[in-house]
């Protein structure tokens, strides 16, 4: 999906979270949208959704200064700006708040269960609770994932295809990561239908590397990965490089 077209679905999706009678009370009165990105002030893509976003809206007559008013916070993914800036602009009483990554939708909803929240470029809503499941979100918050889970799967799908004779996978993770859960579960679901024995092994915040206590047969992984990766380095040679990648949004 082009960046155009997901704000403008994005814009649709703010719009449709709150009943329309809501909007139109007080026509004379602007509403009020916050947003809280987790990107700097001054970082160019980050600027630029902001701009789409805006026009996307303006093509559905909501106009910046006129029946509109948009307060933006720049949280630039630290935690304790995002909780700054996500209870400034609860303050606002915004009629709902937009919120760009994980960290600013769990500042912004740990602050109000009233408020609408729609999020953007968020992992796993589900296990990062900002949501009850996909279909039915429930709750305050609704909006669009980075990638659906089933795509985790085509990175050991991919793997196989590049190495049909691999057995045995190492999968480094954050074990206190929300968004990571589900994309561990998913690839232990597919891994047997491929034949792969899944290895954990566990990145600590202070950069220290651990065999997860599940994780039985790592040792005997990596006695043979130079093995594997002289295989694999074989086995791209008869690819052709620079294969285009693909990559997908969803609510």
Do not use: N
């Given at each position: 999906?082009?960046?155009?077209?997901?704000?403008?679905?994005?814009s649709a999706a703010v719009v449709a979270t709150r009943p329309i009678a809501a909007f139109s009370q007080q026509s004379e009165q602007a509403r009020r949208i916050g947003i809280l990105m987790n990107r700097a002030a001054d970082d160019a893509e980050g600027q630029a959704g902001i701009a789409a976003f805006q026009q996307a809206l303006q093509q559905l007559e909501w106009k910046v200064g006129s029946n509109l008013r948009i307060d933006v916070r720049w949280g630039q993914n630290d935690v304790a700006l995002e909780h700054k800036y996500a209870a400034e602009l609860v303050e606002l009483?915004?009629?709902?708040?937009l919120a760009?990554?994980?960290?600013?939708?769990?500042?912004?909803?740990?602050?109000?269960?009233?408020?609408?929240?729609?999020?953007?470029?968020?992992?796993?809503p589900a296990g990062a609770g900002f949501v009850d499941n996909l279909a039915r979100p429930g709750g305050n918050a609704t909006g669009f994932m980075i990638f659906e889970y089933g795509f985790t799967a085509k990175w050991l799908e991919l793997l196989k295809q590049i190495q049909p004779n691999i057995k045995r996978a190492a999968i480094l993770r954050l074990p206190d990561?929300?968004?990571?859960?589900?994309?561990?579960?998913?690839?232990?679901?597919?891994?047997?239908?491929?034949?792969?024995?899944?290895?954990?092994?566990?990145?600590?915040?202070?950069?220290?590397?651990?065999?997860?206590?599940?994780?039985r047969k790592i040792r005997k992984w990596r006695s043979d990965r130079n093995t594997q990766r002289r295989s694999i380095a074989a086995s791209r040679s008869h690819h052709q490089a620079g294969s285009p990648t693909q990559s997908s949004r969803c609510v």
């Open positions: 999906m082009r960046r155009r077209d997901f704000i403008r679905a994005m009483s915004p009629s709902i708040i760009g990554g994980t960290m600013s939708v769990a500042a912004v909803q740990s602050i109000t269960h009233a408020l609408p929240i729609v999020f953007v470029g968020v992992t796993d990561s929300p968004p990571g859960l589900a994309q561990f579960g998913t690839i232990q679901a597919v891994a047997p239908s491929l034949g792969i024995e899944i290895s954990s092994i566990l990145v600590r915040d202070g950069g220290g590397i651990e065999r997860d206590s599940g994780s």
